[in-house]
């Protein structure tokens, strides 16, 4: 019996929703995607500069700092040793040590597992396009990770001497989307971020002495 209900519920909601498309994202990359990278990068940094000693006067090499994403990357690091105690200048000369950071990996790992029926592409009879009807979901969840992994070399410009080598250091972050019987849907994040509400707010941070 229960099973025959749940089976009519969905027959009548897939009657009236069947026809509906939402279109979710329209660039390349979707904001999503892009938080996701740069909180995991954030939390990478973080975890990177909380390994080279503080007071130091440094000289970022970033020349072996390559991923989709560096700029990015770069600024969250240096924003990470500047918070830490680290005093950043231009001129190598003028450094104490050169830091010269890497990236293994920034970007995001996307899983999806779906009870019903994925979206088709179909053509569209005497036109020579194609439309794609939406997938028809009774279970769905998306997972959506974004994963950053840091490391840095700390050497002596003078003499070119190890000052120390980071262990790696890694960032993670999560977004979880799902829907039920077409209807009922769930968004979670630890992000900190409601995509479907106002921004957080702001609070003012105080830079170090």
């Known amino acids: 019996m229960h099973v025959r209900f749940i089976a009519a519920a969905a027959a009548s909601v897939l009657l009236v929703s069947g026809c509906t498309t939402v279109r979710t994202t329209s660039p390349l990359r979707s904001a999503q995607e892009e ?3 740069s909180t995991a990068a954030d939390r990478a940094a973080e975890a990177l500069a909380a390994q080279i000693p503080a007071g130091i006067t440094a000289y970022i090499d970033t020349f072996d700092f390559s991923a989709q994403d560096q700029q990015y990357g770069i600024a969250a690091i240096k924003d990470a040793l ?3 105690g680290v005093r950043i200048v231009d001129d190598r000369k003028l450094a104490d040590a ?4 890497r990236a293994g990996v920034l970007s995001t790992d996307e899983r999806q597992t779906l009870i019903g029926l994925p979206s088709i592409p179909a053509p569209v009879p005497g036109a020579a396009t194609v439309i794609t009807i939406p997938s028809l979901s009774l279970y769905s969840n998306a997972v959506s990770k974004g994963i950053a992994k840091f490391a840095a070399s700390v050497y ?3 003499t070119g001497k190890l000052i120390t080598s980071t262990n790696p250091a890694y960032g993670f972050s999560r977004e979880s989307d799902g829907v039920v019987l077409f209807l009922f849907t769930w968004s979670h994040n630890d ?3 409601d ?3 106002d921004p957080v ?3 003012h941070q105080a830079g170090s002495e």
Not at 98 to 101: L, Q
């Open 35 to 37: 938080l996701l990278i």
């Open 82 to 84: 500047l918070r830490h």
């Open 98 to 101: 050169v830091i010269a950071p």
């Open 156 to 158: 002596d410009p003078k």
């Open 191 to 193: 992000m900190g971020v």
């Open 195 to 197: 995509m479907a509400s």
């Open 201 to 203: 707010k702001v609070k």
